[in-house]
């Protein structure tokens, strides 16, 4: 049984700053790569951003020079800090992850959620 657990979502004003971090575990192989998506209402969830095992990221074009995400493959955790936030980042952000629970099964896991919501 693998779980993904998000925190640190919250209420953040415009121009703000929230970090969030997920932490997976359970029957855990080997990860590879993580990431960050988002969800509102309505629509489809969509791609924030990545990292695979080796540190290289991929970033949605939206959230580029102002969103970094970072792994830490010792203790299966990955973060996104978020700077320079915008009424359109509040979302659903959900953690992802391809994590083998041997060396030849593997799956895509999803965290439960957490909600980012910027107002003034």
């Known amino acids: 049984q693998v779980q993904l657990v998000e925190s640190g979502g919250g209420l953040v004003q415009p121009g703000g700053s929230l970090g969030l971090s997920c932490a997976a575990s359970?029957?855990?192989?080997?990860?590879?790569?993580m990431g960050w998506y988002r969800q509102v209402p309505g629509k489809q969830r969509e791609l924030v951003a990545v990292?695979?095992?080796?540190?290289?990221?991929n970033y949605a074009d939206s959230v580029k020079g102002r969103f970094t995400i970072s792994r830490d493959n010792a203790r299966n955790l990955v973060y996104l800090q978020m700077n320079s936030l915008k009424p359109e980042d509040t979302a659903v952000y959900y953690c992802?992850?391809?994590?083998?629970?041997?060396?030849?099964?593997?799956?895509?896991?999803w965290g439960q959620g957490t909600q980012v919501t910027v107002s003034s």
């Open positions: 992802n992850a391809y994590i083998h629970i041997s060396q030849r099964d593997w799956g895509q896991f």
């Open positions: 359970g029957s855990i192989f080997s990860i590879n790569t």
């Open positions: 990292i695979d095992s080796g540190a290289g990221t």
